[in-house]
């Protein structure tokens, strides 16, 4: 406004040929204002017609006319185009040297007056949030959005979201409509794109119980935790501000950060702030301050006879979720079971042989230790018989924090050579596709150091006069039972593969209740159950009644059903059932716990 008074000074000093003097100098109260204007009156039209002269000394002199700040045009009478609310008329006169001007304001409340918080916002996000309304003639009207060209509707509380385009200007207008007329007000809003750096990274594998629908979450198990932020628009460096639950952090050092977390979850909320604009992320740090639980079947100090070793391993993180399946070999010496590794060592020379997973439940991880590998790479020659200490298993257990536990267990092992006896299994064969249930009633077998499934399955075939088809090849991933025959089963005819569609019969094994792939990768154990079936889809129609099967052979080969067979055949009939309910096998199981004191 002062650079168009100065022109218009400018202008009526030229037409005056005149020097310009001071409103305030000598002899300018000799210049006269006469006008019509009611300073301070409140009018209700639009178009304020007025007349305005000046005069000196008695005569007639030019007179300039502005209205708020733009020369209008007249001859002593004037029409001027009013805004809403106050309007600032000024009259001007110069002549003989001096300068006068006088100021009237006029109110109009003659159409619309909007209403709206544009011009106080800060703009987030992307997204503009603002209110709108507007009167006519002082009363209520009806009022609409436009942004960048499309009609905005409004909320049930009256606000408006205009989603900012970058890199153009961004046109609003808010429109009234009243008394037959209508009335705009326009906005314009530039808006480039706000980037925001920081380390404050996405970990997805969180507990989904943890999860919110939305949100990033960064986990720790420090409580001292610095990160670094910065933001920019466009390509200009802008201010951060940030937030740590709700508490404003100041800088540590230039665009960095350093807060202490609580136990539990915490908010950082980071804003990149230009002018009146600004980008929010926010972000969740999850502070975990509790432990790793790890159990284990290994008791300390326990001897084991033979080379091989089962023992599982729980591990469940901080909020109770499993730790475990394998996703990837570290190397030669060791296998990484998503977070367990387990290692096998004799007294203080390291834990260097790899414990390959066995098999796996949802809860569970079973390994498999070769121990007389682990005499081998610590360089200890076995003797016949003798009983070597000091073999030590170490667990160690990384969670989704990256942190790591060690469990170790010390072990006696009891060498004993090839072929000689370490224990006894459980021993069916079944052919529940036949409707037969048992081939052969369930059997503890007898189990010998170095004995793979294969050669457990050979010898008790040829025993019980079993003659046995074998096949090995990539496809079946190792040695396969394919047909066995006898002449008193089936009429002497070989069972075995005889199609390749589905639903056909087909020799599998399970041991401990899971299916195995090939015969001379797998080692039964002591108290393991072995159970070669004849059955259809690969063993779809094998149900879990292991410990009923075990029970079974215990009786049977320890001769405890002599003179006292009702439980033991009662059991025997539920176990060769094609499709045994769950009650009659919990039943079967009582019985025979209870009739034999199992």
């Known amino acids: 406004m002062k650079r168009r008074i100065a022109k218009i000074l400018i202008l009526i ?248 977390l609580k136990p539990g979850v915490n908010s950082v909320a980071v804003r990149a702030i230009y002018g009146s604009m600004s980008h929010l992320r926010k972000y969740t740090v999850v502070y975990n301050d509790k432990e790793i639980d790890i159990k284990t079947s290994i008791e300390e100090g326990k001897t084991n006879v033979g080379s091989r070793m089962v023992f599982s391993v729980e591990a469940r993180g901080s909020y109770g979720e499993v730790i475990g399946n394998e996703k990837e070999k570290l190397d030669e010496d060791e296998v990484y079971l998503g977070g367990i590794i387990v290692h096998g060592g004799y007294g203080e020379s390291g834990y260097n042989v790899r414990a390959p997973l066995f098999w796996d439940e949802t809860s569970r991880q079973a390994y498999q230790i070769n121990l007389t590998a682990v005499m081998a790479n610590a360089n200890v020659a076995p003797a016949h018989d003798d009983i070597y200490g000091g073999v030590k298993i170490r667990i160690a257990v990384t969670d989704m924090f990256y942190r790591t536990v060690y469990l170790i267990r010390e072990i006696q092992y009891h060498y004993v050579q090839n072929g000689s006896p370490i224990g006894r299994a459980c021993f069916t064969l079944e052919a529940r596709a036949l409707d037969t249930g048992f081939l052969e009633k369930p059997e503890m077998i007898v189990l010998n150091e170095g004995d793979t499934a294969a050669s457990v399955l050979q010898r008790a075939l040829q025993a019980r006069g079993y003659k046995a088809d074998y096949v090995n090849n990539e496809s079946t991933r190792g040695v396969r039972l394919w047909a066995v025959q006898r002449a008193d089963i089936n009429g002497g005819a070989w069972l075995g593969r005889l199609s390749s569609v589905a639903q056909a019969p087909d ?92």
């Open 13 to 260: 000093l030229a037409l005056s040929a005149l020097p310009t003097v001071s409103a305030c100098s000598a002899g300018a109260g000799r210049i006269q204002f006469a006008s019509d204007i009611a300073d301070g009156e409140t009018v209700t039209e639009w178009i304020y017609n007025f007349s305005a002269a000046a005069a000196y000394g008695g005569r007639p002199i030019p007179i300039a006319v502005s209205v708020n700040g733009v020369m209008i045009e007249g001859n002593g009478d004037y029409a001027a185009r009013l805004t809403d609310g106050a309007n600032a008329v000024k009259l001007y006169a110069a002549v003989d040297g001096e300068f006068a001007e006088k100021e009237y304001t006029v109110n109009c409340n003659a159409g619309f007056r909007f209403f709206t918080d544009i011009d106080s916002l800060t703009v987030d996000t992307g997204v503009l949030k603002f209110s709108a309304r507007a009167t006519y003639k002082g009363m209520a009207c009806s009022s609409y959005a436009i942004g960048n060209g499309g009609l905005l509707e409004a909320d049930a509380w009256g606000f408006y979201n205009l989603n900012l385009r970058t890199g153009v200007t961004n046109e609003i207008s808010l429109n009234g409509i009243g008394g037959g007329e209508t009335g705009r007000r326009e906005y314009e809003i530039d808006f480039g794109e706000f980037t925001v750096i920081n380390n404050l990274i996405n970990i997805d594998i969180v507990p989904k119980h943890l999860v919110p629908e939305s949100g990033r979450y960064y986990h720790t198990v420090f409580p001292d935790f610095s990160f670094f932020a910065m933001g920019l628009y466009g390509a200009e460096n802008c201010d951060v501000r940030v937030m740590f639950n709700d508490v404003p952090v100041g800088e540590s050092a230039p665009r960095n950060y350093a807060i202490t």
């Open 507 to 598: 020799w599998n094994f399970f041991l401990n209740g899971r299916p195995g792939s090939g015969l001379d990768s797998c080692y039964p154990l002591n108290g393991d159950v072995f159970r070669m079936q004849y059955s259809i889809n690969a063993g779809a129609d094998v149900f879990g009644i292991d410990e009923l099967i075990r029970l079974l052979a215990v009786v049977y080969s320890d001769g405890l059903a002599v003179g006292n067979e009702n439980a033991y055949t009662a059991a025997l009939a539920v176990g060769g059932m094609r499709d045994p309910s769950a009650d009659a096998v919990k039943n079967a199981i009582a019985a025979l716990r209870g009739e034999y004191e199992l």
